[in-house]
């Protein structure tokens, strides 16, 4: 009875001790790390741009056909961004910006009755943009 009083004693203090030893545990981070973090906490401040969604319009290598479908989506639809990227040898015409694909869905089906083959895609898009949009 007597080991076990003593075991029982023993294995509490041991216990006590090791918390103890838990609570004193102090992490320094690395200096490289913490520049690297720093670093990509001051870039997402700066950026503006989110994922959002886009409907493409053309895909085409013909940058005319692009130029002369831009100017006619200006004209029938003054009130929604359109630009275009290059992706080599793609000339692609966006049209928009949304944060969800369920409201960028509304303008795809409305384009899809003027011109063919429009679908939507994700895109970077700048808080402005979306901002104009709504």
Do not use: C
Not at 64 to 78: I, V
Not at 92 to 119: I, M, N, P, W
């Amino acid at each position: 009875m007597r080991h076990l009083l003593v075991l029982t004693l023993l294995l509490t203090a041991s216990a006590l001790a090791t918390a103890q030893q838990q609570r004193m545990i102090m992490v320094t981070p690395d200096a490289d790390v913490e520049r690297v973090l720093n670093l990509f906490a001051e870039i997402n401040e700066t950026n503006e741009e989110v994922e959002g969604w886009r409907v493409q319009i053309l895909a085409t290598t013909d940058r005319q056909q692009l130029e002369r479908t831009e100017t006619e989506f200006k004209a029938t639809y003054p009130s929604v961004p359109v630009d275009w990227v290059h992706n080599s040898p793609y000339y692609k015409l966006r049209a928009g910006a949304f944060f969800t694909r369920a409201e960028a869905d509304g303008l795809r089906q409305r384009l899809s009755r003027e011109f063919e083959g429009v679908y939507l895609v994700k895109d970077e898009v700048t808080e402005a943009e979306l901002l104009d949009m709504y």
